[in-house]
């Protein structure tokens, strides 16, 4: 068949999604212990019988194999047959991972030995059935259609009698799959998805009247018959498939069913040309996809409903599939696009009311179409969660715990540049967390725990951020683990630690090769972890706090930004230059005018401070920062509080002077501070002037300036100079303020 690569495409990308769910609905299972709900396993038989149906209209005999022996042991575990165990759930997971390589490289899937995987399946079916459903699944069953033709059709005697035992009708229908193309412009895949509405594909052939097929087969009828099960009868399928030939098939009973005399017809996979290496789940779809489908409801449905099937509409689908790098390119051209309306709106003449009034829409426009533009970036961020309870089941194995994964907030929605790099940072973590982390079930008895270590990741807005928590109920941080491995490495001197916080101790665990693990493994121990967890984090223009209880718990938190591209941001300007402060980071602005410019900041110890509403803000003024290169010491914060005070008696003195108002200048007078946050956290950053409030286009730091932590990036302003993007987080660390926080 000549394959058009639209319907490979849709194969592979509907093919993806269908595993995902089929795995978790197999992790879910497998929690059930014993007592599987039905509309579990009715998911993953689902999934796994749309993925059979289309890979055999499609050619793939590997996938089509595979996943039809893995959908009979699914029918017996929905007829209740066979009980799921452990082992069940660990087979259905392998065959998963196959499926998902197989169809991750359709072209080479042949090539793939499943052999063994399909008798290990086998296996399980007839290790687990009595010896009549056994005889049941193997004979196999010739079907006629109710006036005796033959439809070449023949299914197992098993399949046969739950179709009989669900009531259900056995149908023969017959597509010309060009002519559909051509006269109602539905795909083959599109086709198997309508059926698949209302009721389910028993088997499918394809029939084509040419024997060279060196001709394009658009060109000639392309028969596709289709053995089909639905509890709707031919007077209410005909109506809403829009099509004549359709045959209803004679099930017979179970008492006269005629058994074929052909031999049974074994599953034999092709021999392997080179070994299966599995790789690891991909979240990585190179397409967006938006879909409206409208199904059909299948339950209840009798004779007299027939009016009512046809005013039901086929499915259709408003999908449109964009291609990442076009929507990459719309993201830069609106980035520019928003440069433009800022010098717009910086150089109109406002006096000419038809040039304001275009103005104004414009800035109107650009606002709207820079929002749509990034919704379409916008993915959540159970695209990239989705792989993890598998992993820590497999991760608790392996290291002989009990661990159960709870998410939370999976519909949050993030930038798909920012979802690209989050997979290997959350991966560290949660391999820290089970291996670091969660004790032994015998080590949690003893501390009065229960066996199953729990833990939990957490999605949630706040401030025009993302912040995900990861947190654990093992053991936590041991900080004289932390100190020990300190001066073994020579990081630290023992006064420098013992003076330390908890919160400077945390940090060293951030240090690049850094380990409390014991031994070396294949999980921890190989100085890999949070260092890179820290840095990716950061390359995202986000934050990362970590947090614990010792013997009790341990909790990460990342903040991260909605978008990388363009973000609303503070102008300030100190001297000649001005910087721009993230409004996620902005709490509000101060200003103090006259003798409270003075009097109202006062000292405590080495540290300028503000009594805001009961709470003492630490101050910090921005010229000492870009005046200081080096972080702050303890007498870098006294020498600046020391010489400030100082400055701020004179001024006083001469403000309460005879005139002395007119020898103190207006800028002295007056004293400006933002109110920035971090976490909980709050501090002020003393400036000359607030210029107003821009949308913002971020452009990267040189990688030479990357060590300065005061910047997050630069942009280019409305008149075309630059401003630096201030990094909150950075400036907290680098007047010490950090430190102050945390005692």
Known sequence: MDMDKEILDGFIIESREHLNVVEDELLQL?????????????????????????????????INSLSHVME?????????????????????????????????????????????????????????????????????????????????????????????????????????????????????LSVIKELLVLGDIVDGRLETP????????????????????????VGQLKPV???????????????????????????????????????????????????????????????????????????????????????????????ELVLVRNQQLNNI??????????TQRLDIVTTQLQELIMLTRMQPIGTILGKYPRFVRELSKKLGKSIELRITGSEVELDRTILENLSDPLTHILRNSCDHGIETPEERKKMGKSPTGKIEIWIFHEAGQINIEISDDGRGIDTDKIKK????????????LARMSRKELFSILMQPGFSTAERISDVSGRGVGLDVVRSNIEKLNGSMELKSTPGKNATITCKLPLTLAIIPCLIVQVGNDRFAIPQVNLEELVALYDEDAFTRIECAEEREIFRLRDHLLPLVRLTEILANPIPFTMQTRAEITERHRKKRDKLLEQFHQKDGSKIVTVGERTVSFAVLKIGRERFGLIIDKVLGTEEIVVKPMHSVLRPLTCYAGATVMGDGRVALILDVEGIAEHSGILSDFDK
Do not use: C, W
């Open 485 to 496: 491995k300190a001066l073994e490495k020579g990081l630290r001197t023992e006064d420098e």
């Open 241 to 335: 498939l829009d099509i004549e030939r359709i045959i209803q098939v004679d099930t017979g009973s179970k008492d006269k069913i005629e058994k074929s005399e052909e031999p049974v017809k074994k599953i034999e996979a092709p021999v392997l040309e080179s070994p299966i290496e599995i790789q690891p789940k991909m979240e990585d779809q190179p397409e967006i996809k938006v879909i409206n489908s409208q199904t059909l409801p299948n339950e209840g449905k009798s004779d007299t409903d027939i009016n009512e099937s046809q005013q039901i509409s086929q499915e259709k689908s408003n999908t449109v599939r964009i291609n990442i790098d076009l929507l990459d390119r719309l993201m830069n051209l609106a980035g």
């Open 30 to 62: 497998e929690k059930q212990r014993g007592s599987p709900e039905g509309d579990n396993i009715n998911k993953i038989f689902r999934g796994i019988h749309t993925i059979k149906g289309s890979a055999g209209f499609l050619g793939f005999e590997n």
């Open 349 to 358: 003449d406002r006096s000419n009311p038809l040039l304001k009034s275009i």
């Open 210 to 233: 040419i024997d060279d097929f060196s001709r394009s087969l658009k060109d000639v009828p392309l028969s596709y018959f289709v053995l089909f099960e639905s509890e709707l009868n």
């Open 72 to 188: 009979t042991l699914l029918s017996m575990m929905r007829a209740g047959e066979i009980i799921p165990n452990a082992t069940i759930i660990d087979t259905l997971l392998e065959s998963v991972d196959i499926l998902r390589s197989m169809i991750d490289n359709v072209d080479n899937q042949h090539k793939m030995d499943i052999s063994i995987l399909v008798k290990k399946l086998d296996d399980l079916i007839n290790g687990q059935v009595s010896n009549e459903v056994r005889d049941d699944l193997h004979t196999m069953i010739g079907l006629n259609d109710l006036h005796g033709k033959s439809t070449n059709f023949r299914i197992s005697e098993f399949q046969l009698k739950q179709i009989i035992n669900s009531n259900q009708n056995l149908f023969l229908i017959e597509y010309d799959l060009n002519e559909l193309r051509r006269t109602k412009n539905k795909s083959p």
